[in-house]
């Protein structure tokens, strides 16, 4: 559970916990809760965090939330932001692509590329990126090669340059 998720208090059986961000811990003597708290601790973290989640109705503040609740592993939390976020502003870029991430994610590359679709000619390095990333998941290498070499005729990132070195793993000949 990422950045804004840190430091959420919550209470099981009148003890007060905190979630720092990485890890459950008890407020008083900081130690560490036993698996089956830690587990009762998430499900009411998750309910705290829906009703903050519904609380939002700013469409770049979803996407920031969908980013951290990906990053936590949170793929239906994030989901949901993301459509929330594509509901309000359906021309930003930014939920489609935090949307194909998190797709991606779960292992379904196919739909990760169909949500992007309608964008692929678009000059966005981070879109281009991910949908690169996307066909190399279903082993579109050329496909790939093409559109992470456009996001970096754009801007170079991290991201599309560990792209870049996934398509070389496998195929070399294609550079």
Partial sequence: MGAAMKNKRVEYENVPYIWNGERWFDARTFLTP??????KL????????????????DPYRLVQMAST????????RAEELCQRAIRMN?????????????LRARGDSRHALKATEPFKHISSPALLTTRAAALCDLGRYKDAKRCVGRALAIAGSEEAFSVVRRIKKVCPELY
């Fill in 90 to 102: 359906p021309t930003d870029l930014a939920p489609y692509t935090v949307l194909s991430s998190v």
């Fill in 69 to 76: 609740a990906r990053d936590a592993l949170q793929y239906d």
């Fill in 34 to 39: 036993c698996k089956d708290t830690q587990r």
């Fill in 42 to 57: 998430n499900d009411r973290l998750r309910t705290l965090l829906a009703e903050e989640d519904a609380r939002e109705d």
